[in-house]
């Protein structure tokens, strides 16, 4: 059987293509101002990989904040939707059989899950009220340390002290940046404390629902090393960490699709 998932995400649109339950073709896109452009692109993307035509998929399922622009729309017409928590939980224990708690961060959004032995959801915790929990809360800092955000994770690894970060909230957060500037506190240190603070903020989150080992951490923010390290000291435990983690979400609706 050859499905397809679409995962709608807030800042990036991934696609993904099975054939009996195997990945044979993925594309990533920014989801701009027309995000159902950017899903029809992306889909072609993939289509074009794996040399298939819109005929060839018996059912697409899509995920994602943006989900409505391409449920049930052509030309991809997805013909079923699921929320995120589900999609994640489904993509992460099809790549980690004994996960019991996935941490999902991407650009707007922070999420845990816990989930049973057969991959269902038995509770989850979603931070989307402040963007101290997300991936955009490392943009917003790095801009304040005119520092990359791809850059910033590595630079968080080369810290030799920790340095308390107090604020709760993204723009009071990047006050206090500028003040750790302003005391030639070192980029490296405030860069940690920021991944620091993102961490407690996640574990915080993911404790109101009970954290069981396997630990999985999937999303777009599981690309910073900074913020992994982060993590990892917080909850005392090392994590699993699939090699595309920002497709899991895709692969889950994949997945699902084939049910």
Excluded at 48 to 55: A, H
Excluded at 164 to 191: G, R, W, Y
Aim: aromatic residues 4%; proline residues 3%.
């Amino acid at each position: 059987m050859i499905t397809a998932g679409v995962d709608m995400g807030a800042k990036t649109i991934k696609v993904v293509i099975l054939k009996n339950g195997k990945v044979i073709a993925k594309s990533i896109i920014l989801g701009g101002f027309d995000q159902r452009a950017a899903a029809e692109k992306a889909f072609a993307d993939t289509l074009t990989q794996s040399k298939l035509s819109r005929n060839d998929i018996e059912h697409i399922t899509v995920t994602g904040m943006g989900k409505k622009e391409i449920y049930m729309h052509p030309p991809i017409s997805a013909d079923k939707e699921l929320t995120e928590v589900t999609a994640a939980a489904k993509g992460a224990h099809f790549l980690f059989p004994s996960v019991r708690t996935v941490i999902d961060v991407g650009a707007e959004e922070g999420r845990a899950i816990r989930v049973d032995a057969a991959g269902k959801v038995i509770d989850f915790a979603v931070n989307e009220k402040c963007a101290a929990g997300a991936g955009s809360f490392t943009e917003a800092m790095g801009r304040a340390l005119e520092v990359p955000v791809e850059q910033l994770g590595d630079l968080s690894l080369q810290s030799q002290q920790a340095v308390a970060m107090n604020a709760q909230c993204a723009v009071f957060a990047e006050s206090e940046v500028v003040s750790l500037i302003h005391a030639k506190t070192p980029k490296s240190d405030i860069a940690r404390a920021v991944h620091d603070a993102i961490a407690s903020r996640i574990i915080s989150m993911a404790r109101r629902i009970g954290i069981e080992k396997d630990i999985a951490l999937i999303g777009g923010l599981t690309k910073n090393k900074g913020f992994v390290k982060s993590l990892q000291q917080g909850l005392e435990s090392n994590l699993l960490l699939p090699d595309d983690p920002e497709f899991v979400a895709a692969i889950g609706s994949a997945l699902i699709a084939a049910e």
